[in-house]
């Protein structure tokens, strides 16, 4: 379970990341629409809350707050490097 | 702001990273101690609290008969699975004992150990320095973190695409691409960092911030940390008639039933042996961040439960103690505790990033100067010597005498040794080439540990893998994967150290040669630092002189958030037009601050 709350953080800021022209262009080699982005901007925030609904149900409050900004902050990370070498995984 | 960033982070960053690379080691500081005793057998029976607690009071009330009191610590997932035992002497010129059991036979392990500090030399040296006094080192590191927190925040300040490059990192462009790396790794764990800072500020809180304690009630802190936190401080143990004790397994029973979601982690006992004996029973503290943990106490002689309530604290002490659980990260499961492992070397790079950038930024116009090359050793020999140093102290465990005098401290003398050696390589080697040179040397360094391991012990992979002791076995292979991705840094350094780098950045080059530019410097920098200080200390004891009611929780909160009005002042003495206005600016405000203390100290001392 604890994974899962890793992995919402990790399709929250995927989306966040894809919402912003530069990182979308990177990818589709366009800006996303209107309506895309703020599809993606919403859907990002609601994951990383979903997120932390998890861990907390996991862990109790404390540790579960703890737990989620760990994820977070590596989920970050992890997003940033996959677009940065993403011609390493992704075909355009 | 920006020139507050770049040289706060340079001038201590080399110590920071020291900081940083052994506090992150201090995590797995257990671990450590197990691969630097290979004496110990390798993975042993843990068995459960109802068995190991008795045999443990048993070889207490034989060895530590008249104590005051008894202290059990039972095995943490992460050690020797072995029993910590101590007593406290029941008068004052007395030894106070400790042993370290074996959880089955209740036993000290015969196996004569090696003499080492194992890993927790790395954390102690990460808060108190070495071969420095313990009073300066304390405040030197302390310097360092408050330093820290103010290059954080103004690093914010300063990061003007904080948003849009959240998610940037663009390698292979020269000093883009370290200005990236810093950026990215300071912004994605900025929440650890602040923690970290803050957390390790408020560790030694009155000793960095006195003023309150010293002005309002004349002490270090005694007082305020009494009256905060009651549990920790048992009155005046008294001496009573002796009395059986009551058993213990019960006891256990009762906490296990009313705890089930943690486990036992420690037992004290306090005037064993008497009619007035207390049992507490403590958490091993998995469930909770805070340091404080509920316990649960019994009578000694009959075995009642006599308390099981946590300590009602105030939002200060929880506050207080929620901060500095998180900076020990005991807490912490696996997952979590190989996280803040990630994050503390996160920070270190983080540093480090730091320091090269500044180098190079510099480089085209500022190569020539001794200052320059100053800085380019430093970072050579700290960020690539460091670890070479610490892999000089794993060597130094294997191959040093067994028999040797003082080994322990002989194991420390060469980590430090290999560091010195590391940062005078770099003076008449280019660049290029000491980098080279010394990150091969940390990949052979590290790579080769299981090599060594293997010739010198028999606790090698191919008997520590086969009987699942992965503790042991995770050690050498992490330092083989350490050695790998040394090499792999190296190698890729050789290649482009052989061709002429054409990369230009068109940055700022700061260069101040200015004679006056130099004065206003020194000038803010004085403001900020030293009055900058007063003015903090001025406003942490004119909150609790206002608000006397609760004034030891108003004490806490205003020493704990002093830190961050210091980087503030900082800031703003660094921010203002000129120094005249800064130094207007800090008299202005501190002059009747000044005397509103005054007269409300001598009012409540009439």
């Known amino acids: 379970m604890a994974a899962s709350s890793f992995f919402f953080s990790l399709a929250g800021f995927a989306m966040l990341a894809l919402s912003m022209a530069r990182h979308h262009r990177d990818l589709f080699a366009r800006a996303p629409a209107r309506s895309l982005e703020i599809i993606l901007r919403c859907g990002g925030w609601v994951a990383i809350a979903v997120s932390l609904g998890l861990s907390i149900a996991v862990a109790g409050t ?9 994820f977070l902050m590596m989920a970050a990370f992890f997003v940033a490097l996959l677009l940065t070498y993403k011609d390493i995984w992704w075909r355009a | 702001m920006a020139w507050l960033h770049t040289w706060a982070g340079l001038v201590l960053g080399w110590v ?6 052994t506090g992150t080691l201090s995590y797995v500081r257990f671990e450590i101690d197990r691969w630097m005793m290979p004496e110990k057998p390798m993975v042993s029976p843990a068995g459960t609290a109802r068995d190991t607690v008795p045999r443990a009071l048993s070889y207490l009330a034989e060895h530590g008969a008249d104590a005051q009191s008894w202290t059990i610590i039972l095995p943490r997932r992460r050690t020797y699975e072995e029993i910590v035992v101590w007593w406290s002497p029941r008068s004052p010129g007395g030894e106070r004992g400790s042993a370290s059991l074996n959880a089955e036979t209740g036993l000290p392990d015969t196996a004569k150990v090696r003499d080492t500090g194992g890993g927790g030399h790395f954390f102690e040296m990460h808060y108190s320095l070495h071969y420095i006094p313990y009073e300066t080192a304390i405040r030197i590191v302390g310097l360092c973190a408050m330093a820290m927190l103010a290059a954080l925040i103004t690093g914010i300040v300063v990061h003007k695409k904080i948003f849009r490059d959240f998610f940037t990192f663009r390698p292979g462009k020269g000093q883009r691409s370290w200005l990236d790396a810093h950026n990215l790794l300071g912004v994605a764990a900025l929440p650890f960092h602040v923690m970290i800072c803050w957390s390790g500020l408020v560790l030694f809180l009155f000793t960095y911030m006195p003023a309150a304690p010293a002005l309002i009630h004349g002490d270090n802190g005694e007082r305020v940390m009494e009256e905060s ?41 306090n005037a064993p042996g008497q009619t007035n004996a207390e049992v507490i029973l403590r958490p091993m503290g998995h469930e909770q961040v805070s340091l404080e943990h509920d316990s649960m106490t019994f009578s000694g002689a009959t075995g009642a439960l006599l308390r099981d309530a946590r300590p009602a604290l105030s939002t200060a002490a929880q506050t207080h103690d929620m901060l500095l659980g998180l900076h020990m990260g005991d807490f912490a499961g696996p997952v979590l505790r190989a996280f803040y492992v990630l994050a503390g070397f996160a920070s270190s790079a983080m540093i480090a990033t730091g320091l090269v950038l500044w180098t190079a930024k510099r480089r085209q116009k500022q190569a020539a100067h001794l200052g320059f090359r100053l800085v380019e050793a430093l970072n050579i020999g700290t960020i690539a010597g460091l670890p070479i ?10 191959l040093l005498p067994l028999n040797m005098a003082d080994r322990e401290h002989w194991e420390v003398h060469v980590m430090f040794l290999a560091w010195a050696a590391m940062l005078i390589w770099p003076i008449w080697r280019s660049p290029r080439w000491a980098w080279f040179e010394l990150l091969g040397l940390a990949a052979l360094a590290f790579g080769l540990l299981p090599v060594l391991n293997a010739l010198t012990t028999d606790r090698h992979l191919a008997a520590t893998i086969p009987a699942g002791d992965w503790v042991l076995a995770g050690f050498d292979l992490i330092a083989l994967v350490v050695g790998i991705v040394f090499a792999a840094i190296a190698i890729r350094l050789r290649r482009r150290a052989a061709t002429v780098s054409a990369r230009r950045f068109e940055g700022r080059a700061a260069s101040n040669t200015d004679v006056r530019d ?22 942490v004891v004119l909150v609790p002189l206002a608000l006397p009611q609760m004034q ?16 503030a002042t900082l800031m703003a003495v660094f921010h203002a037009r000129s120094p005249t206005r800064a130094w207007l600016w800090i008299i202005g405000t501190s002059a009747p601050l000044t005397m509103l203390v005054v007269i409300l100290l001598s009012g409540t001392a009439a």
Not at chain 2, 389 to 397: E, G, L, S
């Open chain 1, 62 to 70: 404390a540790i579960g707050i703890v737990q989620w900004t760990a």
């Open chain 2, 16 to 21: 920071l990273f020291f900081v940083f690379v």
């Open chain 2, 552 to 567: 030891s929780a108003t004490m806490l909160w205003s020493s704990m958030v002093s830190f961050f009005l210091y980087a």
């Open chain 2, 518 to 539: 130099r004065l206003s410097v020194a000038s803010r920098t004085v403001a900020g630092v030293a009055s900058g200080y007063v003015l903090t200390s001025l406003f």
């Open chain 2, 229 to 269: 936190f009651p549990s920790f401080f048992p009155g005046a143990l008294l001496m009573a008639p002796a009395s059986a004790t009551a058993p213990i397994s019960p006891m256990i029973e009762t906490f296990e039933r009313r705890r089930p979601m943690d486990m036992l982690g420690s037992v004290t006992v």
């Open chain 2, 389 to 398: 140093a610490i892999a000089a102290y794993f060597w130094a465990n294997r």
